[in-house]
């Protein structure tokens, strides 16, 4: 049973390493180049390890706040989307444009 068990995580982490392979649109603070996703992954798991003594006593409240943000109907969540499409927005300006250059985005209104 165990070498069953040790086998399944062994494959996982083989798996896991295929995120090294996909580029995330997201340059890193110094933009010299994009992370990719074992790196985000790699950061998300160092900002819950910090960042954790914050989150025991706020899980029941966050989850409510992720299924209403998830519903879109209300208005604080409607308020909550528009600040998800506003971020990536403020990245591209403090960017000099990022992700907008390198997808070779335009100002200019479609017809």
Same mark, same amino acid.
């Given at each position: 049973?165990?070498?069953?068990?040790?086998? %399944? %995580?062994?494959?996982?982490?083989? +798996?896991? &390493?295929?995120?090294?392979?996909?580029? /995330?649109?997201? =340059?890193? *603070? &110094? %933009?010299?180049?994009?992370?990719?996703? $074992?790196?985000?992954?790699?950061?998300?798991?160092?900002? #819950?390890?910090?960042?954790?003594?914050? #989150? #025991? !006593?706020?899980?029941?409240?966050?989850? !409510? *706040?992720?299924?209403?943000? +998830?519903?879109?109907?209300?208005?604080?969540?409607?308020? $909550?989307?528009?600040? &998800?499409?506003?971020?990536?927005?403020?990245?591209?300006? @403090?960017?000099?444009?990022?992700?907008?250059? $390198?997808?070779? @985005?335009?100002?200019? =209104?479609? /017809?």
């Amino acid at each position: 049973m165990k070498s069953n068990k040790l086998e %399944q %995580q062994l494959n996982f982490l083989r +798996e896991i &390493d295929k995120l090294k392979r996909v580029l /995330r649109q997201s =340059p890193l *603070l &110094d %933009q010299s180049r994009k992370e990719n996703s $074992a790196e985000h992954s790699w950061h998300l798991a160092m900002y #819950a390890l910090i960042l954790s003594e914050h #989150a #025991a !006593a706020q899980g029941d409240e966050l989850s !409510a *706040l992720w299924h209403e943000f +998830e519903e879109g109907q209300s208005d604080d969540a409607q308020f $909550a989307k528009a600040l &998800d499409r506003f971020q990536p927005l403020l990245i591209n300006v @403090f960017t000099g444009g990022g992700t907008w250059v $390198a997808g070779h @985005f335009d100002q200019s =209104p479609t /017809r």
